[in-house]
């Protein structure tokens, strides 16, 4: 069972907005703004999209944006595209001894 | 960018060093994670190395795993002691420029297989 919680598949059709949540605690997601997501296809490595819970890396689309609200932290994408159909996870540092990063489950984004 | 290597197929309680060589930055300078992935799963943070040059590890690894670098060969490893079936995974090599804990360059992976 992953660190944080996020829901197993979302899907889209083209042009509309999805929204996938990431849910963890106060020691984790609530407590730091190091919440970050990834985009992943398959068979391929992790690209960053989110950083800092809103923070977009140079190169990431305005289509993707973050946010969060106590212990959930939620990546948005906007006018959703065929090429936005992936796997995404969220992670973030834990206050932990002495020290833990945590990711979630991932989420299947299925672009109808 | 970033190329590992060093993954194989090996027998429980077996050993074995992967590698990872970064070109374009310099592995001492920033901070340097171990990540990976088990078949058809998520991902799962294995250790990360400090500019300083402070180790740290997740409590599934700690004891087997130690992390390390060479700095003269810009490259970065993870040393893989008693492996167990549950090792089995992609293992990923991913740089944190300003330890936000948000990697930015990975690499393509290297997979790991535990079975005898």
């Known amino acids: 069972q992953s660190a944080l919680s996020q829901p197993a598949s979302v899907s889209g059709s083209p042009g509309q907005s999805i929204t996938i949540s990431c849910t963890g605690t106060s020691n984790d997601v609530g407590g730091y703004n190091y919440v970050s997501w990834y985009q992943q296809h398959p068979g391929k490595a992790p690209k960053l999209m989110i950083y800092d819970v809103t923070n977009r890396p140079s190169g990431v689309s305005n289509r993707f944006s973050g946010s969060k609200s106590g212990n959930t932290a939620s990546l948005t994408i906007s006018g959703l595209q065929a090429e936005d159909e992936a796997d995404y996870f969220c992670s973030s540092y834990r206050n932990s001894n002495p020290l833990d990063v945590v990711f979630g489950g991932g989420t299947k984004l299925t672009v109808l | 960018q970033l190329v590992e290597s060093g993954g194989d197929l090996v027998q429980p309680g077996g050993s074995l060093r992967l590698s990872c060589a970064a070109s374009?930055?310099?592995?001492?300078?920033?901070?340097m994670h171990w990540v990976r992935q088990a078949p058809g799963k998520g991902l799962q943070w294995v250790s990360v190395i400090y500019s300083s040059g402070r180790t740290y590890y997740a409590d599934s690894v700690r004891g087997r795993f130690t992390i390390s670098r060479d700095n003269s060969k810009n490259t970065l490893y993870l040393q893989i002691n008693s492996l167990r079936a549950e090792d089995t995974a992609v293992y990923y090599c991913?740089?944190?420029?300003?330890?936000?804990?948000?990697?930015?360059?990975w690499g393509q992976g290297t997979t790991v297989t535990v079975s005898s």
């Open positions: 374009g930055f310099t592995v001492y300078s920033d901070y």
């Open positions: 991913a740089r944190d420029p300003d330890l936000r804990y948000a990697l930015d360059v």
